[in-house]
């Protein structure tokens, strides 16, 4: 009989020592994204991050910085899943190998904000007749200079204004911040700069729905801004949490998510559209 009860007592506490190991294992699930500022600025990752833990018991955690620096953290195996927006350079991330799976997710636009009086005269213009006005008239510009995906597009528009980056210019001032930082510079300095609208939304919010830079160059085709989710490639980082890396890329491509980006709104307004395939 004594032993009949050690052997359940035994037995009990293998048990228990399971279900405590599984619990630790669940509650130690986390995936290390790397994503460009504009995600955490406007409060997106914020909101969508308990749906997803909620959905699969994986927490997230991220570092926000510009898309060139968080493609070198998924390089260097710092990261598991990259959530950027620079097409260009996710494609040539991917096809030298250390990303894999790049999914399309969502998509917002970028904007050229400026003082409402205008003093190169771009309001209503396209993107390139915008900084072409700039130049000529030296106004003040400001960039993020951060090899960001807003700084990539920036260089790709004074690209196809005619020119090469004023780098060396005056008028031309480079922050090598993040996009709140850099509009708030170019207020100080009624100057111009471009960003993504998501951003500028939130920008507004601080200011009470009456910021003192405004939107005056949108809608051209050129200002596009897509987002994609990424997969550090485990072939490259033996580190790499693949399994919730690509959990990670399903949910976002998912119904669930999906509806959940295109409900996200400040001041009213949408943030980012929805568009994984």
């Avoid at 460009?36 to 018991?57: I, M, V």
Wanted: proline share 3%.
């Amino acid at each position: 009989m004594k032993k009949t009860n050690r052997m359940r007592r035994v037995l009990m506490m293998s048990v228990f020592l399971l279900i405590a190991t599984c619990v630790t294992a669940m509650a130690g699930q986390s995936l290390m994204m790397a994503t460009t500022t504009s995600t955490e600025n406007t409060g997106l990752l914020d909101y969508l991050s308990p749906f997803f833990t909620k959905e699969t018991g994986i927490e997230i955690k991220w570092v926000a910085t510009g898309t060139g620096k968080a493609l070198k953290l998924g390089e260097n195996c710092d990261a598991d899943v990259l959530l950027v927006h620079d097409p260009e350079s996710e494609k040539k991330f991917v096809a030298a190998g250390h990303g894999i799976e790049r999914r399309e997710i969502m998509y917002n636009d970028f904007v050229i904000i400026g003082p409402e009086a205008d003093p190169a005269g771009i309001k209503g213009k396209t993107t390139g007749e915008a900084l072409a006005a700039v130049r000529a008239r030296a106004a003040i510009f400001v960039s993020r200079g951060d090899n960001s995906g807003t700084h990539s597009k920036e260089k790709a528009i004074w690209q196809n204004a005619g020119g090469m980056l004023p780098e060396k210019e005056a008028w031309y001032v480079q922050t090598g911040q993040g996009m709140l930082p850099t509009i708030a510079v170019a207020a100080e300095r009624n100057g111009y700069t471009l960003t993504d609208r998501g951003t500028y939304i939130k920008y507004a919010d601080t200011q009470k729905g009456n910021p003192p830079l405004k939107i005056l160059v949108e809608g051209d085709n050129a200002l596009l801004n897509q987002y994609s989710v990424i997969c550090v490639n485990p072939e490259k980082c033996s580190s790499i949490k693949i399994d919730s890396a690509r959990k990670f890329s399903e949910w976002m491509a998912g119904a669930e998510a999906q509806k959940l980006i295109n409900d996200f709104k400040l001041l009213g307004k949408q943030l980012f559209f929805a568009n994984a395939k």
